[in-house]
């Protein structure tokens, strides 16, 4: 069983997935609800502070960010 398909299965799961002949093509509709998308913010709001908690803890990684996200200064 493919993933879609097991997906299709369960109850409750955050995506929904429907399959159709559209002219002789098969179409795959992926549709998600408010909570899937707010899970998934979570989820990256989760990681993107595990990431500031290391760079904030290691004095190498803070020196790379410092260093890459400071633009050069544009002389014209």
């Known amino acids: 069983m493919t993933p879609a398909d097991?997906?299709?299965?369960?109850?409750?799961?955050?995506?929904?997935?429907r399959r159709r002949q559209r002219d002789g093509r098969r179409v795959v509709a992926v549709t998600s609800?408010?909570?899937?998308?707010?899970?998934?913010?979570?989820?990256i709001r989760a990681q993107?502070?595990?990431?500031?908690?290391?760079?904030?803890?290691?004095p190498e990684a803070k020196a790379f960010m410092d260093d890459w996200a400071t633009p050069d200064s544009i002389c014209r």
Do not use: C, N, W, Y
């Open 6 to 17: 097991q997906a299709i299965q369960e109850t409750g799961t955050p995506f929904s997935i």
């Open 33 to 43: 609800s408010v909570s899937a998308m707010d899970a998934l913010r979570a989820r």
């Open 48 to 58: 993107s502070k595990t990431v500031a908690d290391h760079i904030a803890a290691d």
